[in-house]
């Protein structure tokens, strides 16, 4: 069997982590496949390995040059190894689908979407609706499948839920010898739920020098989080770290995750996070099934800068509880988020559209 995976800006951006577990994993398993990125320019953003080949391609144009670029990247299959026959084409990426769709006719493949969030379901009914090839729909998680069921649309979905590597024995947060770190992670999108557990870490963070505070540039860029900080006099507590995604080994070494996005747009920093075995403060668990009140993550039900403060004081003060907390949800993903679940999930849906030759 042979898999074209193809990606859009965004999620080359944010995820080249999974990316490269999903390629390695499905060579692994015996299935071929070709990454198809984006041209980036200089920036190789979505670099994943040597053993799987690469393709680039425009990403930018008007909709009438669709065909061409995917007859381009159809030129570019056929040079690069001589291989015509796809069995699949996985698309990564609303941006992507489009031309997935092209390349999935062109090739007379199955086509596979990823759906990585909520949002994204009355489109991908339309899309599905409208294709031309045979379509399934892959869910990160339990809380899209749920989403998508009780939306009314009948869409083909199936869960192959995100893996990541976790550590054999869980990392120890809140070292006595060391400061507190955290790291507030958010899209930015909803600016109101960003802006709110931002003023409520620096309300928890006052006047202690030995808490830092680390924040995405995306994110306070959209929030306009830095004039917030500096109104509060917390500049010297405040780190902007561009393309946090890509510098995951800073992150993933804190103590704490702020998580206050509620548009359920999936990321695995969280669950890398959560393997790490930071201590997780979300807004509500109902945008990810690893998200358990009280066992893997604390819950901020009511979204205001007291709530947040409060939440993040108790945890401060209470270490034990934290580290609890961050030992939970390491168990929870050492046991319920393999990268083999992934790729075997994944794997699945695509025999199911093309069985095995």
């Not at 990125?37 to 390995?49: C, F, H, M, Q």
């Not at 830095?226 to 561009?242: F, G, Y």
Request: glycine share 6%; net charge neutral; charged share 25%.
């Amino acid at each position: 069997m042979r898999a074209l995976l193809i990606v859009d800006r965004l999620f080359a951006q944010h995820e080249r982590a999974m990316l490269q577990r999903i390629a390695i994993g499905l060579l692994d398993e015996g299935i071929e496949s070709r990454l198809i990125i984006p041209d980036l320019g200089e920036v190789e953003t979505a670099k994943v390995s040597d053993l799987v080949p690469q393709i680039k391609y425009k990403d930018r144009g008007l909709s009438f040059t669709l065909r061409i670029r995917a007859s381009n990247i159809l030129r570019e299959l056929t040079t690069s190894k001589g291989i015509e026959d796809w069995d699949v084409v996985h698309a990564f990426g609303g941006q992507s689908w489009a031309l997935a769709h092209e390349l999935a006719k062109s090739l007379n493949s199955a086509l596979v979407l990823e759906l990585w969030r909520a949002g994204m379901i009355p489109r991908a009914a339309q899309f599905v609706k409208n294709a031309s090839v045979e379509c399934m729909l892959t869910a990160p998680d339990r809380s899209i499948e749920r989403a998508a069921s009780t939306s009314g649309y009948h869409l083909p979905i199936q869960i192959a839920p995100w893996g990541v590597s976790v550590p054999t024995t869980p990392r120890k947060i809140l070292s006595d010898s060391n400061g507190i770190s955290i790291v507030l992670q958010s899209s930015g999108r909803d600016r109101a739920e960003c802006t709110a557990a931002f003023d409520g870490i620096l309300d928890a963070i006052s006047g202690d020098d030995s808490i830092h505070l680390f924040v995405n540039l995306h994110a306070a860029q959209r929030s306009a989080l830095w004039s917030r900080a500096k109104k509060a006099n917390a500049l010297s507590q405040l780190t902007l770290i561009d393309k946090i995604e890509e510098q995951r080994d800073l992150a993933l070494n804190a103590d704490f995750l702020i998580y206050p996005d509620t548009i359920h747009e999936h990321r695995s920093l969280l669950y890398e996070a959560m393997g790490n075995a930071m201590c997780v403060i979300a807004s509500t668990a109902e945008q990810s099934s690893c998200l358990i009140e009280d066992q893997t993550a604390a819950i901020v039900h009511r979204s205001s800068p007291t709530q947040w403060s409060n939440t993040l004081k108790e945890l401060i003060r209470d270490r034990d509880r934290a580290r609890e907390l961050g030992h939970g949800a390491w168990s929870h993903i050492r046991e319920k988020r393999k990268v083999s679940t992934h790729i075997g999930a994944t794997i699945d849906a695509y025999t199911q559209l093309s069985p095995v030759r």
